[in-house]
Nanobody, 127 residues
């Protein structure tokens, strides 16, 4: 079992920045066993991948956030981050942290690749 707790969501104006954090814990969690990622879901829309690590240690980003968002991980603290700069109103959504076993296959952005999810943290960007 893996538990994920996100924080850092807030309401900001367009052009602003936020840093989201996700702390992982649980009896089976170790950083080397799981790949981590960030997803988001806006009202009336499907959940979509924002950024994630893959099996080769590479970072992957949705086209809509490339150059503005950065995913990082501090393994000693079991914490995943998402630095979000130059925020836009279309970034408004609930942001979720996700964890999936490293041996699972599939695209980094496939929801089915991840079997643990946090409760989410709300990001609202006003124009």
């Amino acid at each position: 079992q893996v538990y994920l707790v996100e924080s850092g969501g807030d309401s900001v104006q367009a052009g602003g920045s936020l840093r989201l954090s996700c702390v992982a814990s649980g009896p089976t969690y170790t950083p080397r066993r799981y790949l981590m990622g960030w997803f988001r879901q806006a009202p009336g829309k499907e959940r979509e991948g924002v950024a994630a690590f893959d099996n080769r240690g590479n970072t992957n980003y949705a086209d809509s956030v490339k150059g503005r968002f950065t995913i990082s991980q501090e393994t000693a603290k079991n914490t995943l981050y998402l630095q979000m700069n130059d925020l836009k109103p279309e970034d408004t959504a609930m942001y979720f942290c996700a964890a999936g076993r490293v041996e699972y296959s599939g695209s980094w952005s496939a929801i089915t690749r991840y079997n643990y999810w946090g409760q989410g943290t709300q990001v609202t960007v006003s124009s």
